[in-house]
């Protein structure tokens, strides 16, 4: 079944122990569409500005992705970030950060985008989610990202969205800013009681939790002993979850399960190398395997 | 089998942001023996002073633990610890601490112990952990504790009791001062190549992490969402999962992972209430059945 993701589309240069990148394709939706394509056929929707060379997007010529969403709007730059995790591989450090066309208007979905059933929200301004969601004829499975800034500043959009989202995907410490809960199940309860089925709490090394009505399930991170650039790692895992849920068509509690184990998988290839070398050094074999490893790391 | 123990036993003063307690028992030794009571039977070797109320050890009146090994000092004083985790659950800030009896000479452990065949040498000076294993007959599994302070200042001493014994207990900052390696798996190899055969690391709420040559296993903690009092869930963690091993006999990666969920499990129980209560609160049948549910919440 088709995915449709939107969501951001950047230049990055990152700094880690490891090294310095400069220039390099990053953004929300460029890491979840790859990550996806592992499992399923992707629609993209972004909007680059026309510092943005086309050559950047050859890394999708590969992947089952359409880029027929993807907008290079004329007289607009693209969205830059500049990140370290010299001083904490855990937490990227903002160097610099220019919005740039993130801050106009949305793109346009496509119509024959519009017919897609699964649909990821990477994280941009909860009134824009709204819109491109109420654009989709009839998705079947919503899932959405957000970010402290929109918990902060904008609260009232972002609780209309929870309301009209199966899932919510999004990290420790914006889980207990947007419900003022410590304990992360308490949390996890709490926004479930904002609207939507499931939540998915990302902990970075320390793996993830998802808690829905059918109770909790938790996993470790991959215990990988390569980690190099932990940028895209949260949008590659929703990537890899949404991209096996797509190819399911039940969300019961044991696929919800294993889309988690895929997505934990996924970005641990993304954090082995910088931008996307990681993910573009494997396939969906190895991914296979390395679940199969996965799973049993961590049965008794 | 029987399980020897030598460790601290203190009287604790812990606030959390659910309350206080005053002059409660506490202590490594004390949580390990009582976590592990619910397995096997246990051999407790300790030392408190003389103000220590001979009542604080009627806990362990109807477990099966063996306070033979208790020493009553004259003239000495007991360990006690007020630590405080108003600001941080995760770590408890020592508010006071005065070592006592325990900066004194090690307690003799009876000759009726000397033939414990599973050995857990909790967290003290290297050379007394040295000298306990040193007096025993035949031990068949010996699994120790450390902390920074001897990390630090007994290094020779620490790689020297680190040749003696099969298993390695520490948690993630210990693991990484001990080896200087940032990534928990490297950390955890290079620790195998100064002489256990496994190691655990703890990362309290985020579960545990075991290496051995026969590759890794990962857990995550169980998913409480009570937390009252954290004092103690890294020796309830070592007691449970010794216990379990204690009544086994082989030491398989199974038979391994298997103790440790029983840790983790045991552990789950020991926060949801200050001091011993939450063990108190409990029986092997409830921590079967949350063993089981724990199997459940992370079971792809």
Known sequence: MSLLVTGSIGIDTVETPHGKRDDVIGGSAVYFSYAASFF????????????CPRSMFDVFKERDVDTGGLEMRKGSKTFRWHGSYVKDMNEAETVEVDLNVLSERAPRIPQ???????????NTHPVLQQEMLGSLKS???VVADTMNLWIQTER???LKLLGKIHGLVLNDGEARLLTEEKNLISAARAVLRMGPKFIVIKKGEHGCLMVSDRGEFVLPAFPAQKVIDPTGAGDSFAGGMMGYLATQGTFSSATLKRALAFGTV???FTISDFSLAGLQSTDRDRIDDRWHEFKQAMSF
Not at 40 to 51: A, F, I, S
Not at 112 to 122: E, P, T
Request: glycine share 6%.
């Open 139 to 141: 998705p079947r499975l």
């Open 266 to 268: 996924v970005a641990s």
């Open 40 to 51: 399923t056929h992707v629609r993209l929707v972004g909007v680059v500005g026309e510092d």
């Open 156 to 158: 009232p959009e972002l």
């Open 112 to 122: 024959n985008f519009l017919d897609s059933r699964y649909v990821f929200l990477a």
